[in-house]
């Protein structure tokens, strides 16, 4: 058999699935390429690194009751643990980026529905502590304090001159 014959011998559609596998191998790769460069840890247009941020919870309840912690991230579910009834306990989330939205899910056995914080998004390495007090339902933001964040002494104000002058004598 001649390789004219045998091409001729191939299906159409085996070349069009080939070359179809092809294209959609070199577009995965293209993909995975830019999906690693976008979480390389680098807020957008700036140098600095993402950091680990501490999440606490408060799990002030009134019934008090177990929960597991998630963050979520546009639906993608990430553990951060489980917290005691009535305990504070504290994670470490680092963030994919910054700018990006967040949420913090509580959920209990047994209930339908999860505690939902607020959607809140952490803007810069200065985030510190994001606290959660699941009773009111509030976000509270801590932030990493520095040199560069700490007022300077007040210089302003002088100490009073010491009293100079000498003691009038006791009359007999």
């Known amino acids: 058999m001649t390789a004219e014959l045998w091409s ?15 294209t959609s191998a070199l577009a995965a790769g293209v993909c995975m390429f830019v999906g690693a460069c976008a979480s390389s840890g680098k807020h957008p247009g700036s140098d600095q690194d993402v950091h680990p941020v501490a999440i606490e919870i ?3 309840l009134t019934v008090p009751t177990e929960l597991m912690i998630y963050v979520d991230q546009s639906g993608i579910r990430q553990a951060l643990g489980s917290v005691p009834g009535g305990k504070d306990k504290t994670f470490k ?3 994919a980026s910054f700018g990006q ?3 913090l899910l509580g959920v209990a056995q047994l209930q339908p529905y999860p505690f939902r914080s607020q959607q809140f998004t952490i803007n810069g390495p200065e985030t510190g502590t994001v606290l959660w007090n699941l009773q009111a339902n509030i976000l509270s933001f801590y ?12 210089t302003t104000k002088t100490k009073a ?5 000498k003691p009038a004598p006791a009359k007999p």
């Open 8 to 22: 001729d011998a191939i299906p159409p559609w085996a070349s069009r699935i080939a070359r179809l596998g092809g």
């Open 101 to 103: 939205p967040y949420r």
């Open 143 to 154: 932030d990493v304090l520095d040199a560069t964040n700490v007022a300077p002494a007040d």
């Open 58 to 60: 408060d799990n002030n």
């Open 161 to 165: 001159p010491a009293d100079t002058t």
């Open 93 to 95: 989330f680092t963030p």
